[in-house]
């Protein structure tokens, strides 16, 4: 849209130059006398067919009586009583000089071929006819929009280019792009959560967390020195950057929207793997070169890359279980970016009711919690929620504290949750439609 | 340029020889099919001048195939002597513009000099 036509890599050319108004004029014009010939030649035909079907009645009359009285023509003025007999026996002219000795029956079985013969030319002079209107309105419309100054920008599609385009000619784009797809990617898994929903997978999942969570605290006691100094290096450029971050997230917000509105028409879980192959390829081009807002976005997923290898550093592992944690629902994605599993987790919130309900998988949901800050806090940068300063706060310091801290109220964090949760559906709705106006 | 308009009211005039042609075809393709339906007792006559002259069926039809046959035949002609016709109208336009361009240019020369 707007990135494209900025980065320059279409052609703009405007319509008079390759249209002049006056040649466009000119054109109409001749198609419209065109239309007039044709006008001109239909009324002459259909006169033919009413004369053919007057003849029709009076041939089919005429044998009626054996004879009838007449007054026939005498040169161009004069005329004199007379009597047709032989009413039933015609002379027809077949065409090009040759006539037949026909019967009042038989002529009218030739008048009415040649009646039919003559509907055909009329349907296909309409259609000409209707042709030549369209190619008229055509010239009009071509004429009067050059001579509005109207511009045709032309673009080329390059399907296998266009990430790396993207992110090179229109950084906001590209990132929109990426959002959304992802934004899509997590719905669907929303989606296939809330119909998979059944107790064997239901257990499974549990099983799995379980798992995670053991893993997770074996690396936390291992990396709780090294926490406060990752820590700083990733939320404090997130928190500067929030005003940067603003934009996007209102981009994400309306990705959002758009991909609530996506999910009723592709429900198909084939889409889903396309995000997932692509993220692995175009995340290195956009980290080198999109700006810091950018890759300060990415460095958490660049992480949590990391971390599906080797168990790093606590703060991340929110990230890490959420992501496994999706992964484990969709089964299928063996590479989740930060992208799809925020975003999962985000819309997970809506189905939490049903994780919270069920106390077992309490670590997980507070680890999901310890997600939820990064998620509202981009999103609280932008929708100015008066409940989340705390969060930003408790934010900022480290985030195995926070972990912690939303172990205990569990209740806490579904008030966290239903915010998140809440405050997302009203907003983005409203700002759609600010950017569609 | 004399050449050029020689060669467009030569064209204008195909076009009008060859819509004739199409009509006659059309009319005789339709004697043709009436002449196809008559049975074989039916009396047909072709105005010759001011009469009726009887003709026998056979013949009639024979005729007017031959008669379609020619003015197939005809309007392929046409066909081949149009498409010279506007390849030679489009080679002296051709010839025509870039005889102006020179004289544009020309003239450019002259008026810079």
């Known amino acids: 849209m707007e990135g494209a036509a900025a980065g320059g890599k279409g052609t703009v050319t405007p319509f008079a130059s390759m249209f002049p108004v006056n040649e466009a004029q000119k054109a109409a014009k001749r198609v419209g006398e065109k239309i007039g010939e044709k006008q001109k030649e239909l009324v002459c035909i259909k006169e033919f067919v009413t004369e053919n079907t007057n003849l029709i009645n009076l041939v089919s009359r005429l044998p009626d009586e054996l004879n009838h009285d007449i007054m026939v023509p005498f040169g161009k003025a004069a005329f004199f009583p007379g009597r047709l007999i032989h009413t039933n026996e ?90 959304n797809f992802s934004f899509h990617d997590a719905d669907e898994k929303n989606n296939d959560k809330k119909v998979a929903f059944e107790d064997d997978e239901y257990a499974r999942i549990m099983s799995r967390l379980d798992e995670l969570e053991k893993e997770e605290l074996e690396a936390e006691d291992e990396e709780v ?33 758009n991909s609530e509105n996506h999910d009723n028409t592709q429900p198909k879980a084939k889409f889903n793997q396309f995000p997932h192959q692509i993220h692995p390829e175009i995340r290195e081009p956009l980290q080198q070169t999109t700006a810091k807002a950018l890759s300060n976005k990415y460095l958490p997923q660049q992480n949590i890359t990391d971390t599906s290898n080797v168990l790093m550093q606590t703060p991340k592992s929110g990230f890490h279980s959420s992501k496994a ?18 975003q999962a987790v985000t819309s997970s919130q809506a189905s939490v009711p049903a994780f919270d309900s069920s106390k077992g998988i309490i670590g997980s949901i507070v680890e999901r919690a310890d997600t939820i800050p990064k998620n509202s806090q981009q999103q609280a940068a932008t929708s100015s929620q008066a409940s989340k300063p705390a969060f930003d ?34 907003k983005p709705v409203s700002r759609f439609k600010m950017r569609r106006s | 340029m004399c050449l050029l308009t020689l060669f467009i009211t ?31 007792g039916a009396n047909v006559y072709k105005l010759i001048g001011p009469v009726l002259v009887k003709q026998d069926l056979a013949e009639a039809n024979a005729n007017v ?11 392929k002609r046409l066909d081949g002597t149009l ?26 020369g002259k008026a810079k000099a």
């Open chain 1, 90 to 179: 015609f002379m027809v002219l077949l065409g090009d000089g040759y006539y037949a000795e026909r019967t009042a029956k038989q002529t009218v079985e030739i008048l009415t071929r040649r009646g039919k013969a003559l509907d055909s030319q009329v349907e296909s002079l309409m259609a000409n006819m209707k042709d030549l209107k369209a190619e008229a309105s055509f010239f009009d419309v071509t004429a009067s929009e050059a001579a509005e100054g109207l511009v045709e920008i032309r673009e080329d599609y390059v399907e296998e280019n266009s990430w790396e385009k993207h992110s090179k000619s229109g950084k906001t784009l590209a990132f929109y792009t990426n959002i």
């Open chain 2, 10 to 40: 030569d064209i204008a005039k195909n076009h009008q020889v060859r819509k004739k042609y199409t009509i006659q075809l059309g009319e005789n393709e339709l004697v043709l099919k009436e002449l196809d339906l008559l049975n074989e």
């Open chain 2, 83 to 108: 498409q010279d016709l506007e390849e030679k109208q489009n080679s002296e336009k051709d010839a025509i513009f870039k005889l102006q361009q020179r004289i544009q240019s020309f003239q450019a």
């Open chain 1, 225 to 257: 020195d090294a926490e406060d100094d990752d820590e700083s290096a990733v939320e404090q450029p997130d928190a500067a950057d929030n005003d940067d971050e603003s934009d996007m997230d209102e981009q994400t917000e309306a990705a959002e929207s």
């Open chain 1, 325 to 342: 944690f999706t992964g484990s629902i969709a089964e299928s994605a063996d590479t989740v970016s930060t992208n799809s599993g925020q």
């Open chain 2, 65 to 75: 195939s031959k008669r379609i046959e020619y003015i197939s035949a005809e309007l």
């Open chain 1, 393 to 426: 706060s408790s934010k900022a310091f480290t985030g195995s504290v926070v972990e912690r801290t939303y172990n205990l109220p569990t209740s806490g964090q579904d008030a966290v949750s239903s915010q998140s949760s809440s405050s997302q559906p009203s």
